[in-house]
Nanobody, 114 residues
Framework: QVQLVESGGGLVQAGGSLRLSCAAS????????MAWYRQAPGKQRELVAR???????NYTDSVKGRFTITRDNAKNMVFLQMNSMRPEDTAVYYC????????WGQGTQVTVSS
């Protein structure tokens, strides 16, 4: 049974930081490209950051220089370090794993107050 479980969400003030974690099980994690998506109320889900199985990363423009995605293949985990957070970062954040097929986590709420 494949599971992706996010954690680390919460309420933070503008300018603050949060670190999201996603723990994967039931897959050969090192094969998977991993990504963080977010969905704000009334908006489409959007890609935030992605890391390939080889460790290459890419980010949506609005988070470049503020967010960092990393992975730990030994622990089957992917992380999103979020710094200098803004109210517009408020969303439900989802973890996604892709290797011939996709798996999604259940999401974790992130709220940034102004």
């Amino acid at each position: 049974q494949v599971q992706l479980v996010e954690s680390g969400g919460g309420l933070v003030q503008a300018g603050g930081s949060l670190r999201l974690s996603c723990a994967a099980s039931g897959i050969v994690f090192s094969n998977y490209a991993m990504a963080w998506y977010r969905q704000a109320p009334g908006k489409q889900r959007e890609l935030v950051a992605r890391i390939t199985s080889g460790g290459s990363t890419n980010y949506t423009d609005s988070v470049k220089g503020r967010f960092t995605i990393t992975r730990d293949n030994a622990k089957n985990m992917v992380f999103l370090q979020m710094n200098s957070m803004r109210p517009e970062d408020t969303a439900v954040y989802y973890c996604r794993g892709t290797y011939f097929r996709d798996y999604w986590g259940q999401g974790t709420q992130v709220t940034v107050s102004s």
